[in-house]
T-cell receptor, first 114, second 116 residues
């Protein structure tokens, strides 16, 4: 079945450490997104990518980095510069950049500080 | 900047009854898209229903329907014949039609409880 796979499900970060969250999709979607969800809040956009080798900052990109070397993959690195990384991270994809195309989401990764 | 507001942090309904979740938004654009997503305890975001702003007809998907009031910037979700599996967080979201605009703007969510 086609879908979006995020790994790991749970991740722990030590002080000063960079960690990478994986997001893979086999839906042949062009656009991919990373969102952060904090308790009691909606999702906020971190980064998005419309095509391979191109990505744009969202509302809360500071302390995060991404790459899009393959259409299927859009990993998110949480750097040591992100001082409050504890949150639930959701990856999403959509067929294209048209607004009516819904975004499909993965199951998420919960990141915590050790 | 667009904002989305869900004024009901929590709602509850008896099984088989009907419930309406509220959502209002603020935008200066005339064309845009609105979505309702469901997030069950598994935390996966599931699309429930979507509405194009240029369409006057309210969207429906089986037991789910919307009341879209463009002038009032209101986009409520009605769930008919509520089922236990409908228990979840529900998020209203806005997306611009501006070319290249990728952001979904989410509300804070409404936690829906279904009482058996």
């Amino acid at each position: 079945d086609g879908g979006i796979t995020q790994s790991p499900k749970y991740l722990f970060r030590k002080e000063g450490q960079n960690v990478t969250l994986s997001c893979e999709q086999n839906l042949n979607h062009d656009a991919m997104y990373w969102y952060r969800q904090d308790p009691g809040q909606g999702l906020r956009l971190i980064y998005y990518s419309q095509i391979v080798n191109d990505f744009q900052k969202g509302d809360i990109a500071e302390g995060y980095s991404v790459s899009r070397e393959k259409k299927e993959s859009f990993p998110l690195t949480v750097t040591s510069a992100q001082k409050n990384p504890t949150a639930f991270y959701l990856c999403a994809s959509s067929i294209g950049r048209e607004g009516y195309q819904p975004q499909h989401f993965g199951d998420g990764t919960r990141l915590s500080i050790l | 900047a667009q904002t989305v507001t869900q004024s009901q942090p929590e709602m509850s309904v008896q099984e088989a009854e009907t419930v309406t979740l509220s959502c209002t938004y603020d935008t200066s654009e005339s064309d845009y898209y609105l979505f309702w997503y469901k997030q069950p305890p598994s935390r996966q975001m599931i699309l429930v229903i979507r509405q194009e702003a240029y369409k006057q007809q309210n969207a429906t998907e089986n037991r789910f329907s919307v009341n879209f009031q463009k002038a009032a910037k209101s986009f409520s979700l009605k769930i008919s014949d509520s089922q236990l599996g409908d228990a979840a967080m529900y998020f209203c979201a806005y997306r611009s039609q501006v070319q290249g605009a990728q952001k979904l703007v989410f509300g804070q969510g409404t936690r829906l409880t279904i009482n058996p």
